[in-house]
T-cell receptor, first 111, second 111 residues
Framework: NAGVTQTPKFQVLKTGQSMTLQCAQD?????MYWYRQDPGMGLRLIYY???????DKGEVPNGYNVSRLNKREFSLRLESAAPSQTSVYFC??????????FGSGTQLSVL | EDQVTQSPEALRLQEGESSSLNCSYT??????LFWYRQDPGKGPEFLFT???AGEEKEKERLKATLTKKESFLHITAPKPEDSATYLC????????????FGTGTRLTIIP
């Protein structure tokens, strides 16, 4: 019973490098989300996908792109990483908007 | 302007010492207020949803209440395993698909 699976758990990048964070859910949820969590700022929505084939910007989308590959998978890409993108990233999914199921997070450091 | 404010930032209690955590919000058109628990190194875990003033929800030693301006998470006779960060979030009419999260209260229960 995996729920929401994120990979990798840890990543260190140099400024300007690119990477993709992977997320998959096995609960047949329509909606998926990417959040970042920074000390003192709470969780902030980067992008979300209300259903397969659709994506929309959240509160802090600059510097990120997403792909809803199918109903199960929702990836987040950093094309040119910046130190300001150092954060913990969480993927989440839901049937109803309010009850989100979160993955265990990716801790990303950009040097 | 913060829309969701949690207090205190941190709280240390002796085992068995009851207390309350506060979540105040300034959004208009509240559609729901949610409480999540987050353990270190993990993603948030859903606890409760409250929709209207006067509503209460309970789960084990936790009880969540809602007024028109704030919510309380009451913890009765806490145990060390209740130690975690507690997050509240609101879904409101101006927020579209996103939840607006507070920064959390870090609760430590001392044996």
């Amino acid at each position: 019973n995996a729920g929401v699976t994120q990979t990798p758990k840890f990543q260190v990048l140099k400024t300007g490098q690119s990477m993709t964070l992977q997320c998959a859910q096995d609960m047949n949820h329509n909606s998926m989300y990417w959040y970042r969590q920074d000390p003192g700022m709470g969780l902030r929505l980067i992008y979300y996908s209300a259903s397969e084939g659709t994506t929309d910007k959240g509160e802090v989308p600059n510097g990120y792109n997403v792909s809803r590959l199918n109903k199960r998978e929702f990836s987040l890409r950093l094309e040119s990483a910046a130190p300001s993108q150092t954060s913990v990233y969480f993927c989440a999914s839901s049937v109803l908007r309010e009850k989100l199921f979160f993955g265990s997070g990716t801790q990303l450091s950009v040097l | 302007e913060d829309q969701v404010t949690q207090s205190p930032e941190a709280l240390r209690l002796q085992e068995g010492e009851s207390s309350s955590l506060n979540c105040s919000y300034t959004v208009s058109g509240l559609r729901g207020l949610f409480w999540y628990r987050q353990d270190p190194g993990k993603g948030p875990e859903f606890l409760f949803t409250l929709y209207s003033a006067g509503e209460e929800k309970e789960k084990e030693r936790l009880k969540a209440t809602l007024t028109k301006k704030e919510s309380f998470l009451h913890i009765t006779a806490p145990k060390p395993e209740d130690s975690a960060t507690y997050l509240c979030a609101v879904h409101w009419s101006g927020g579209n698909e996103k939840l607006t999260f507070g920064t959390g209260t870090r609760l430590t229960i001392i044996p």
